[in-house]
């Protein structure tokens, strides 16, 4: 048989069909609800305004960088020409540049200019939700310098920090600092107390140096840290546990950018957050600065958690938000059995679903900035300090998981691209995996929503209770949302029966609901909000329609897991002989 005359498939032409690429558009006039949540609280048209142009920049020149340091990821010089030990981490320009833009649009002085009141973490946050998708990992070290500042402010001008602090909520770029957090050791992530084996070597000077290991050190780039050690007694034993850690401040680099007292042993290896350095550190007399109290080290860092805690929780969100973005569009572009992908139901069935679940991430998320809004500006009542505390540990934890079963889906939606690599598309996936690792595994913020409901006596759950009925009170008889209602309702007395009966299970028992329990408390509030926001005068039938369809799901697993023997004493012993048969 002759081969057909023509150009179509010979030599050098591979066919005629190219498939139009999705395109990002302007993130911010991209997102319905984001748009209408500001309208509803923060109505102002300079914060309108800057977001507008904001999201423009990140389609004109951040996105582009932020793929660069995907590409470029940093590398480790350890000696010079010469050999001589030096250590350099060097990053691509694209990083250098990131660190540029975050000074010049206020992502981290934003919130301690406080502009807007108690909405300046809402308007902060909203420019690091539109931001981090492209940013190529630069929301860490914003993270983490956000968490320094909140630690250091109120230490006041007079203390040996308040440049630091300058310098970490500045928007010249010159001036900029960026910070770490060195929490982790070899022994142990989450279990901190028993882990930190960094000794701080007492001075002359009042001051300290450090000696020790840090096993995970992200952004280490940084100009500064706050990082955990021991302080010795005069016969050099340290105290072990909580009760021996200190909190100290350092500098990384000294006047001449060589490292002070640090050895950087190597860059870690990871699956994602590949654009940004992680290293493992040994501290050989790294000059530092004690800022807590002695052996007050965790509960102080506890404030700079809080902050990246939020942090994660948006950087969560936006990756969900962003990959919907991409997703309905290419559904607009991408044309199979005789149709564009956004005309086969199931396809659009698919992304109403992930919408859903971003919806609600969103109002949670903006829930915990407005709320870190009201305490900073000190009109947040015990109850709203009470939320606080539960809802920044609740939202980390459930959007970290939320994150990479959306984005997950999501890449599903381009079908083979989204598996390949030059898209842009499967970083996303790598970079949501790590949401629900560091800052806290899943598993150990569950225990934290345990530690701070007996803390408080139970306070924060009252305050919780309180809240999620004071949000459905508005609906009127007869209203669509009324089954949403009932399904939050319902499941708020079926968690209130639990935690009363909660005091007569032995406390194993409750660490194995405390996975459970923490979900319950995100998808009941939840619901709450966003049956809250399609209560407004504005809002749209979509805000009602996923407010009906987030309810439908099991609101509260941990009364219907209980009510299937999960939490008996004998489970224990089952599950381990299933998982080790
Ligand atoms: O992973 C890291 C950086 C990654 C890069 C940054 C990414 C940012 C997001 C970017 C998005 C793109 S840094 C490492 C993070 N490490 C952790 O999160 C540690 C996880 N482990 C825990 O959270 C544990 O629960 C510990 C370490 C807090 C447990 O410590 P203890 O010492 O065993 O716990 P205690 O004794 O219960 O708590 C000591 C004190 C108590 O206060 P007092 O003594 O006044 O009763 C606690 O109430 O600390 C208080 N405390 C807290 N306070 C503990 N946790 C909290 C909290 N979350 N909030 C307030
Ligand atoms: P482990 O504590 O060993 O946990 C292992 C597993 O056991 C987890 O699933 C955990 O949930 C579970 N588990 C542990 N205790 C309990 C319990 N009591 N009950 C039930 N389950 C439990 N750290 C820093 O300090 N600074 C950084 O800059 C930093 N950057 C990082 C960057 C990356 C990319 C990664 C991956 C990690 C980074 N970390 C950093 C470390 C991170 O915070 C820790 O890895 C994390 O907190 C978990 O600690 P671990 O690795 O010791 O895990």
Same mark, same amino acid.
């Given at each position: 048989?002759?081969?057909?005359?023509?150009?179509?498939?010979?030599?050098?032409?591979?066919?005629?069909?190219?498939?139009?690429?999705?395109?990002?558009?302007?993130?911010?006039?991209?997102?319905?609800?984001?748009?209408?949540?500001?309208?509803?609280?923060?109505?102002?048209?300079?914060?309108?305004?800057?977001?507008?142009?904001?999201?423009?920049?990140?389609?004109?020149?951040?996105?582009?960088?932020?793929?660069?340091?995907?590409?470029?990821?940093?590398?480790?010089?350890?000696?010079?020409?010469?050999?001589?030990?030096?250590?350099?981490?060097?990053?691509?320009?694209?990083?250098?540049?990131?660190?540029?833009?975050?000074?010049?649009?206020?992502?981290?002085?934003?919130?301690?200019?406080?502009?807007?009141?108690?909405?300046?973490?809402?308007?902060?946050?909203?420019?690091?939700?539109?931001?981090?998708?492209?940013?190529?990992?630069?929301?860490?070290?914003?993270?983490?310098?956000?968490?320094?500042?909140?630690?250091?402010?109120?230490?006041?001008?007079?203390?040996?920090?308040?440049?630091?602090?300058?310098?970490?909520?500045s928007r010249d770029p010159k001036r900029f600092w960026t910070s770490g957090q060195w929490m982790t050791e070899r022994k142990g992530g989450s279990d901190v107390a028993s882990g930190t084996e960094t000794v701080a070597w007492?001075?002359?000077?009042?001051?300290?140096?450090?000696?020790?290991?840090?096993?995970?050190?992200?952004?280490?780039?940084?100009?500064?840290?706050?990082?955990?050690?021991?302080?010795?007694?005069?016969?050099?034993?340290?105290?072990?546990?909580?009760?021996?850690?200190?909190?100290?401040?350092?500098?990384?680099?000294?006047?001449?950018?060589?490292?002070?007292?640090?050895?950087?042993?190597r860059l870690k290896e990871k699956l994602g957050t590949r654009q940004m350095p992680t290293a493992e550190l040994l501290l050989h007399g790294l000059p530092a600065h004690l800022i807590s109290v002695e052996g007050r080290g965790?509960?102080?860092?506890?404030?700079?958690?809080?902050?990246?805690?939020?942090?994660?929780?948006?950087?969560?969100?936006?990756?969900?938000?962003?990959?919907?973005?991409?997703?309905?569009?290419?559904?607009?572009?991408?044309?199979?059995?005789?149709?564009?992908?956004?005309?086969?139901?199931?396809?659009?069935?698919?992304?109403?679903?992930?919408?859903?679940?971003?919806?609600?991430?969103?109002?949670?998320?903006?829930?915990?900035?407005?709320?870190?809004?009201?305490?900073?500006?000190?009109?947040?009542?015990?109850?709203?300090?009470?939320?606080?505390?539960?809802?920044?540990?609740?939202?980390?934890?459930?959007?970290?998981?939320?994150?990479?079963?959306?984005?997950?889906?999501?890449?599903?939606?381009?079908?083979?691209?989204?598996?390949? %690599?030059?898209?842009?598309?499967?970083?996303?996936?790598?970079?949501?995996?790590?949401?629900?690792?560091?800052?806290?595994?899943?598993?150990?913020?569950?225990?934290?929503?345990?530690?701070?409901?007996?803390?408080?006596?139970?306070?924060?759950?009252?305050?919780?209770?309180?809240?999620?009925?004071?949000?459905?009170?508005?609906?009127?008889?007869?209203?669509?949302?009324?089954?949403?209602?009932?399904?939050? #309702?319902?499941?708020?007395?079926?968690?209130?029966?639990?935690?009363?009966?909660?005091?007569?299970?032995?406390?194993?028992?409750?660490?194995?609901?405390?996975?459970?329990?923490?979900?319950?408390?995100?998808?009941?509030?939840?619901?709450?909000?966003?049956?809250?926001?399609?209560?407004?005068? %504005?809002?749209?039938?979509?805000?009602?329609?996923?407010?009906?369809?987030?309810?439908?799901?099991?609101?509260?697993?941990?009364?219907?897991?209980?009510?299937?023997? #999960?939490?008996?004493?004998?489970?224990?012993?089952?599950?381990?002989?299933?998982?080790?048969?």
């Open positions: 048989v002759e081969l057909p005359e023509g150009p179509v498939f010979s030599r050098s032409s591979i066919g005629t069909f190219f498939q139009d690429k999705p395109l990002l558009k302007n993130p911010f006039l991209e997102d319905a609800l984001l748009r209408s949540y500001l309208r509803r609280h923060l109505p102002s048209r300079d914060v309108e305004e800057d977001l507008t142009k904001f999201g423009e920049r990140i389609v004109e020149e951040i996105d582009a960088l932020g793929l660069d340091c995907e590409e470029n990821p940093p590398r480790l010089k350890h000696f010079d020409a010469w050999g001589r030990r030096v250590d350099r981490i060097l990053t691509c320009p694209a990083w250098a540049r990131m660190k540029e833009i975050s000074a010049e649009e206020g992502l981290v002085a934003a919130g301690y200019e406080r502009r807007y009141g108690e909405w300046s973490r809402v308007y902060q946050m909203s420019k690091i939700f539109l931001y981090a998708p492209s940013a190529g990992l630069y929301t860490c070290p914003l993270a983490m310098t956000d968490g320094a500042a909140k630690v250091i402010e109120p230490l006041g001008g007079a203390s040996s920090v308040e440049e630091a602090f300058q310098r970490l909520t007492p001075q002359d000077n009042g001051t300290y140096k450090l000696q020790g290991f840090k096993w995970f050190t992200s952004a280490t780039d940084a100009d500064m840290t706050l990082t955990l050690a021991r302080i010795p007694d005069k016969d050099g034993h340290t105290k072990q546990g909580s009760g021996g850690l200190s909190l100290f401040y350092a500098e990384v680099r000294d006047g001449q950018g060589d490292l002070n007292g640090i050895e950087v042993q965790v509960a102080s860092i506890a404030n700079m958690l809080t902050l990246t805690r939020i942090h994660n929780t948006v950087s969560a969100v936006a990756s969900m938000r962003r990959i919907i973005q991409m997703s309905r569009e290419y559904a607009t572009k991408r044309f199979v059995f005789g149709k564009f992908l956004k005309n086969h139901p199931l396809h659009v069935q698919t992304m109403a679903r992930m919408e859903v679940e971003t919806r609600a991430a969103f109002l949670l998320m903006m829930k915990v900035c407005h709320l870190l809004g009201r305490e900073e500006g000190g009109v947040a009542s015990g109850m709203e300090l009470h939320l606080l505390r539960l809802l920044t540990t609740v939202a980390k934890l459930y959007t970290g998981k939320q994150a990479v079963a959306v984005v997950s889906e999501g890449l599903e939606c381009f079908g083979g691209q989204g598996y390949i %690599e030059d898209t842009g598309l499967p970083r996303m996936l790598r970079d949501a995996q790590v949401l629900s690792i560091w800052e806290g595994t899943t598993n150990i913020l569950a225990l934290d929503v345990l530690r701070c409901i007996s803390k408080t006596s139970g306070q924060v759950l009252d305050s919780f209770f309180a809240d999620v009925k004071m949000k459905t009170l508005g609906v009127a008889a007869g209203h669509a949302l009324l089954p949403a209602v009932g399904a939050v #309702n319902g499941a708020l007395s079926g968690l209130g029966e639990f935690m009363r009966s909660a005091v007569r299970r032995p406390p194993s028992v409750m660490e194995m609901a405390a996975r459970d329990l923490a979900y319950s408390l995100a998808r009941v509030y939840m619901g709450a909000l966003l049956i809250n926001h399609a209560c407004w005068d %504005e809002a749209s039938p979509a805000d009602v329609y996923a407010a009906l369809r987030w309810c439908e799901q099991d609101l509260c697993p941990v009364v219907t897991k209980d009510a299937r023997g #999960n939490y008996d004493p004998k489970t224990e012993a089952m599950d381990s002989a299933l998982v080790y048969e």
